[in-house]
Every structure is written in C-alpha cells, then in structure tokens.
Nanobody, 127 residues
C-alpha cells in the first residue's frame, strides 16, 4: 500500500512558476513509476508527465513539454513537478500517482497504468 500526498499548489500569474511535491509513504517507493495528471473543471483527467523508478527516464505530454520538469528523490520518497511559464490553460487539480512494474516510461501515459493516487492539489493560473 502506498499513500500519496501532494502539496505546492496555489495561485500564480501567467508566466510564473510553481513546484509541486508528492510525498509517498512506504518503503517500496523506489520501485514505482510515478506520474502527474491534471483535471480541469468540466474536462477529463489528462496525463502530464511520468518518471521511471530510477529517475533515469521521463515522458511528457506535448502540452507541457519544455515547460514542466518531473523529478524524484527516492531517498525522500518524493516526486516533484517543476512548472515554468505557466499558462491559464494549466489551471487544474494536479494529482500524483504510483504505478507498479518497470515498463518503459511511456507505457504510463494513461491513468489505467497506475495503482495509487493522491488527493490532488489545486493550481490556478491567472491571466
């Protein structure tokens, strides 16, 4: 069992930056692929980024590529999402998720690949 708690969300102006954190419980954190998803009001949840268990591979949605960076610190059981050049369309609740297995990181582009989810943190980008 893995419990995930996101933090770092808030209100920021367009062009600004935020760093989200996701703290995981459990001693097997380093064996999970980790991902970030987001859901805007009235829209379906969408994939943002994923990182392999070692941190050596990452995968991004086209909409955030070049602006967002996913990273992890296995010693701290934490995964991060650095978000730069934020746009109003990035406004959403952001969720982190943990997926079993050590498949290629782009296998984890869909929520169906994940086993555990956090409660989410709100990110609002004003224009």
């Amino acid at each position: 069992q893995v419990q995930l708690v996101e933090s770092g969300g808030g209100l920021v102006q367009a062009g600004g930056s935020l760093r989200l954190s996701c703290a995981a419980s459990g001693r097997t954190f380093s064996s999970y692929t980790m991902g970030w998803f987001r859901q805007a009001p009235g829209k379906e949840r969408e994939f943002v980024a994923a990182i392999s268990w070692s941190g050596g591979s990452t995968y991004y949605a086209d909409s955030v590529k070049g602006r967002f960076t996913i990273s992890r610190d296995n010693a701290k059981n934490t995964v991060y999402l650095q978000m730069n050049s934020l746009k109003p369309e990035d406004t959403a609740v952001y969720y982190c998720a943990a997926g079993r297995g050590q498949y290629s990181v782009n296998y984890y582009y869909t929520g169906r690949r994940y086993d555990y989810w956090g409660q989410g943190t709100q990110v609002t980008v004003s224009s």
